[in-house]
């Protein structure tokens, strides 16, 4: 079984501002795992991924994440934050293969808020 | 050139109706999902079919009834409408095999709204 926790529904920043959102994850197999962002009525766009290798990724408009299995987190993290990076983000873990057909399970969003 | 598409945006409707929502992708991958994602944001899989072959299916209402006529369509009918069906529901495709796995695109979401 797989879940996602994401600590604080809500992140709030000022423009320029370091963005940290995290992301803690259970699965009983190697994960594979997400970050989604979506805006304000549209759909989920992939910011990037882990799989395997590297526990640092970098993704779309400056984000980055590292993988950290010994505290089963993934956090998502960006140096300055800019007024176009507010919309709600999703992390999301996946099996790696096997049985899990590409199921992915989502963690419950963090809607990040950017002040001037 | 749309990747994933879906068909209506808004849906309108009676309780005890039964309606259709269609997707589309032209990414040529080989596995479709539908989610459900309610009023609190929350994202839930529904269904999944790789290469039109039904392979995930969470606990959802036998009224919910998806359809693969091919790769590249995935189609949710849904019998006898409930005020609890109210949501956005989500298409979206990936491909199960290769460098890309399971990189799920989304379709825009169709708000689905019962009276």
């Known amino acids: 079984a797989q879940s996602v926790t994401q600590l604080g529904s809500h992140v709030s920043v000022s423009e320029g501002a370091l963005v940290l959102l995290r992301c803690n994850y259970s699965?009983?197999?190697?994960?594979?795992l997400f970050w989604y962002v979506q805006y304000p009525n549209q759909g989920l766009q992939l910011l990037l991924k882990?799989?395997?290798?590297?526990?640092l990724v970098k993704g779309i408009n400056g984000f980055e994440a590292e993988f950290k299995k010994s505290e089963t987190s993934f956090h998502l993290t960006k140096p300055s934050a800019h007024m176009s990076d507010a919309a709600e983000y999703f992390c999301?873990?996946?099996?790696?293969?096997?049985?899990?057909?590409?199921?992915?399970?989502f963690g419950q969003g963090t809607i990040l808020t950017v002040h001037p | 050139d749309t990747a994933v598409s879906q068909t209506p945006k808004y849906l309108v409707t009676q309780m005890g109706n039964d309606k259709s929502i269609k997707c589309e992708q032209n990414?040529?991958?080989?596995?479709m999902y539908w989610y459900k994602q309610d009023s609190k944001k929350f994202l839930k899989i529904m269904f999944s079919?790789?290469?039109?072959?039904?392979?995930i299916n969470e606990t959802v209402p036998n009224r919910f009834s998806p359809k693969s006529p091919d790769k590249a369509h995935l189609n949710l009918h849904i019998n006898s409408l409930e005020l609890g069906d109210s949501a956005v529901y989500f298409c979206?495709?990936?491909?199960?095999?290769?460098?890309?796995?399971?990189?799920?695109?989304f379709g825009p979401g169709t708000r689905l709204t019962v009276l």
């Open positions: 979206a495709s990936s491909q199960l095999v290769g460098p890309a796995y399971n990189e799920q695109f």
């Open positions: 699965s009983s197999v190697p994960p594979y």
């Open positions: 882990y799989t395997t290798g590297a526990t």
């Open positions: 999301a873990v996946s099996a790696a293969g096997g049985t899990s057909y590409g199921k992915l399970t």
């Open positions: 990414l040529g991958h080989d596995t």
């Open positions: 079919y790789n290469n039109k072959e039904l392979i």
